[in-house]
């Protein structure tokens, strides 16, 4: 059953809202911020569900008449707000918040309206909206879900409760999927790494397939590195360079691989690895390179992350990055004239 305790991470969010329910002082009008996966929706239906639950407590009941239309999804005092357009458009506000607000709730005490992906609100979308979150009526409760705040207009941010959801730490996220989704912890490990902090990104990787093929392809790839093999490497560079959508991902993991590196030579055996099977691999090229030549490479991968969206010739500079890379393992290619 639906509940707030479900809610990894952002406890002052769901503490802010049990608390608005339980003294009566809930808001017309919030504003969930935060970047996709982090968990806004997953909030905003728990808020919904408990604001209409027939016990009225803090957390929704499960039992209920109105709990089990929220779970069916068909809680006739609950709208999701959808868009026919690639934006929510003016007419979408009018006949989907404007003109069924001042129809009285059916049961409860609210009417509950969810806009997803809020930043999509044209302006004049945003403007009719903003008739409605001047005057609203006692029972109107509207929740704004919202990856890009400042697209919304001033006027309507000075009018509505914004709490911004926050990353969820790297520890909390790996217990949580390794309770929910009974998997192993160096794969719980590596998606919440992948993740950036968003619990529902982190679930995305740990079941993703090509995840498991990309981790695969990234693990062949950084072993080859040692080895001057210059047409293994055109092939790499062919496939990472072709690959672009996983690009990004591929990064994070060779990342991962030289934090592993970073880890061993640290903490020898007894270091958490990302990489545990390749434990063999990893010592071997921990101890073949220096903590300045490690620098380097994560210096290199870094650099290289941040401007591949701007590269004229992304295999070129591909093929530039694994050649330093590799040049790691023989020379100190930062040096002059080497
Ligand atoms: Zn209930």
Known sequence: MWSFREVVGNRKITEHLQEAISRGRVAHAYLFSGPDGIGKRFVAERFAAALLCEKKGSEPCGQCRSCLQMLGGNQPDVTYVTRTKTVIGVDDIREQVNQPMSIKPYAGKYRIFLIDEAEKMNEAAQNALLKTLEEPPAYGVIVLLCSR?????????????????LPVGD????????????????????????????????????ASEQLQARREAVVRLMKSLPSDDAHRRVTQTKELAAAKESLADDLELMLLWIRDLLVYKAAGAKGRLMYPEEAGEIARQADALSYEALRRMQEELSAFRAKKD??????????????????????QPWEEGT
């Open 149 to 165: 705040a400042e697209r919304l207009l001033e006027t309507i941010r000075s009018r509505i409760v914004h709490l911004p959801f």
């Open 171 to 206: 520890e909390e996220i790996v217990a949580f999927l390794m309770e929910k989704y009974q998997i192993p912890d160096y794969r719980a490990r590596l998606a919440a790494a992948l993740a950036g902090g968003s619990p529902g990104m982190a679930a995305a990787f740990a």
């Open 310 to 331: 701007a590269n004229v010739n992304l295999e070129t500079s591909v093929w530039i990055m694994l050649s330093h890379l590799s040049e790691c393992f023989y020379k």
